[in-house]
């Protein structure tokens, strides 16, 4: 291995060691675990980690998708992935016997979130389940509930052998001039700090009386003995309602882990068979659901919904409005901040000046090239310091609304600098320190561990004692 290989190395392996742990849940894990019984037949096991194991194609699969995220071919072998996955497989063994606890609720929690990434992508749950080869939701669940909770059993382990460690500003500035007298500097990508406000556009109390008064009329329609599915196909703002698929006529089979709004799986799990409720408001606008049938954990529902309709004139009034605070700022008349608190219709950043937190990080700085497509396109031209256009959005399951962002600042992409960068050097100094850690726990662990190696991995040479030779 040449020392140019090293260097390359040293960024690829600690990507590679944290893409494992927050990436297993993704695309290639369900592949790789979809029905893992039948693909044992057919494909066969490169390791056995206590009672975890892990398939031959896993390897090839997590490869691919490893050189995707780190944008291009990774100069990395099949045996150094092994290797890695075969810790997280130890840190999951050993999760168990520590007795380490993973709330259920934690577990659905994480699949919910994964599950709502996939249909996104994909178009619905049940495209999810059809792309990866699943009965239905409930199958999919199941498997997504046990790769989640090995991967918060991976999480409580790691917590529990890192949990006191940390590191003196000495030893950050030791790994950063080791990087730099290496010629390994990272190179950050350019980032952005801002600020928004959002006036939601909210309908008339004349036209929700209106929604409301129809809702009520067409409940009593039904109650009359006329057809739900009907009322449904006729009346409906659902675009499902009118398909060929679930929600066509109105009707969907949900539990109470389905990913529907809130105040619709509150509704709908409170009434009794044949019952109809009231008329009842979301995010998405006014309801009635009907409880065809309950089913144990399921129940056949279906419901119309009809959204309030808003006129040409009171849309431009609010962007007016919003039009008006944004001059202000400008004109110097009150602070961004200030504007922030007094109009702004987002609880989550109106008393935090506007200040968009990002929810990977959990502070305010967002990574330009890992933005959505949209939110890219609105600030990546605009400098520090600028706003962008008063702009109309209607974020699914949320309120109508204009916003406008305001840029408080903005860094280039550039080779780390250990006074502009400290925090992030800071960060990959104690990542190093941590995955250290890992590595020497694993090695005092595998001699107490179960492991099977099969077929060519035999051949593999390990850093650690895997082979127990």
Known sequence: MTQERNKKLKFIKMKLRLTIVTFLVAIFTITAQTNVKNRVKVDGVAVVVGKNIVLDSDIDKFKKELAQRV??????SDCEILEEVMIQKLLAHHAVIDSVEVSESRVQEAVDNNINYF?????????????????????LRAELGSIQKEQLLIQGERANITSELDVTPEEVRTY????????????????????????????????????????????????????????????????????????????????????????????????????????????FGYHI???????????????????????????????????????????????????????SDD????????????????????DLTRMQPELYRRLNTLK??????????????????????????RTEAHPANFTDDYEKIQKLTLQKKEEETV????????????IKLNGVHKKCEFKKNWKKQ
Do not use: C
């Open 71 to 76: 944008e291009g071919k990774i100069d990395i």
């Open 176 to 283: 950063y001039r080791n990087l730099e007298k290496e010629n390994n500097l990272p190179e950050f990508s350019a980032e952005v700090e801002f600020a928004q406000i959002v006036k939601h556009i909210k309908p008339s109390e004349a036209e929700i009386d209106r929604v409301v008064n129809k809702l009520n009329d067409i409940k009593k329609d039904i109650q009359d003995g006329y057809s739900f599915r009907l009322k449904a196909l006729i009346n409906s703002d659902d675009p499902a309602a009118a398909g060929n698929g679930e929600g066509s006529g109105g009707k969907y089979t949900i539990t109470r882990q389905s990913q529907f709004i809130r105040e619709f799986k509150e509704v709908a799990f409170s009434l009794d068979e044949g019952e109809i409720s009231e008329p009842f408001e979301s995010a």
């Open 439 to 450: 590595d020497s726990w694993a090695a005092e662990k595998i001699d107490d561990t179960y």
């Open 347 to 366: 609880i989550d950043t109106r008393l935090n000046e506007g200040m968009v937190i990002n929810g990977e990080s959990n502070d305010t700085k967002f």
């Open 119 to 139: 249909a996104s992508q994909l178009g619905s749950i049940e495209a999810v389940a059809e792309y990866y080869g699943f009965d239905d939701e409930e199958d």
């Open 289 to 343: 659901i009907l409880v065809e049938k309950i089913k144990g954990q399921e129940r056949d529902v279906r419901h119309i919904l009809i959204q309030p309709k808003i006129s040409p004139a009171e849309m431009q009034a609010a962007k007016d409005e919003l039009e008006n605070i944004k001059g202000q700022i400008i004109d110097g008349e009150i602070t961004f901040g200030e504007a922030a608190a007094k109009y």
């Open 384 to 409: 520090q310091g600028e706003y962008s256009e008063v702009f109309y959005e209607e974020p699914r399951g949320e309120e109508k609304n204009f916003k406008f962002f305001f840029v408080k600042t």
